[in-house]
């Protein structure tokens, strides 16, 4: 057993773990929000973190009415700039806390009296002691490079964090379901072990998804490109149609992600493209009729929408770390990469 392998299967422990160590910090910080007018959010992370942050954004605009930006590190750790984040709330993830260019825009955000919020898996770390908030992931030590749970429990702090603010209980709820959805998941595994061969010497791969969804194709595409040296290239479907569906082959798997909810006739719109030209398509969903459209099929439980990413993302881990071995490769330790990643 790969630790990759061990650690994806430690995440429904990790996510209910992380929902209940962070369940009263996250009121805090929407109290803390609303008392003092933020009107706008801003998230600063780099690699699986931004993913996870992708995945944030998404839950707060949707459910909270923030809008949420994405930073640009380097404008304050190359650049010097001096960024008005007064009436914002700022929030740096990253999983060991160590990052030197998020930690940046913390102090930036803190000299402007932003309210900041940390995420990492280190109580310790540089980022967790800067910001005025710190979520912890609860994950444990990851020791396989690869990140997984550290990644889900990410995405499980901001979902709180969007319930929080939005004041909805339904948003917890939802939330509070997923360690037994994930577990249901990660237990379909030998599914993967049926098709996943027939991969191996794929060179290219398209990840296709929109929406809540949209992070874990981008999620896919690293882990795929870090555990296999495949390449591998996400899109959001409304984006693939703007020139990328050009470069499309036979030669090229395409992974869609089409869960139900108000985004799934657009996925299935682009499965019927994608068949007409005869594609090797791996559909991930919970629609029999969308499962039907691909070559390859990997089926999830029933969920909400703002919890289908969750799911989603339990197999590309799976996917990514089965097509590493399919090729003889050490998904724990890719080359030229080490765990912690410190930019600047």
Known sequence: MTLMWKEIMEQPAV???????NYDTVIKIADTVKSQNIRYGVIAARGTSDHAGIYGKYMMETYAGIPVGLAAPSVTSMYGADINFSSGLVIGISQSGEAKDVLSVLKAANKKGAVTVGITNYVDSP?????NF????????????????TFTAQMMILGMLAGALSGNNAVFDELKKVPDLIKTTL???EKINGFVNRYT?????FILARGFNYAIALESGLKIQETTYIRAKAYAVSDFYHGPFAMLTPQIPVIMYATEGPLLGDANNMLDKLADKNLEVIVVSNDQDSLNKGAES?????CHVSVAPFLCAAFAQMFACKLSLSKRLNPDKPRDLNKVTITV
Do not use: M, R
């Open 134 to 149: 710190h979520l912890w992931c609860n994950a444990g030590p990851e020791k396989s490079v690869a990140a997984t749970k």
């Open 15 to 21: 996510l209910k773990n992380c929902f209940d160590v």
């Open 187 to 189: 237990d379909d595994h």
């Open 127 to 131: 980022i967790a002691k800067e910001a």
């Open 201 to 205: 010497y794929a060179q290219e791969f």
């Open 298 to 302: 990997f089926k999830i439980p029933k």
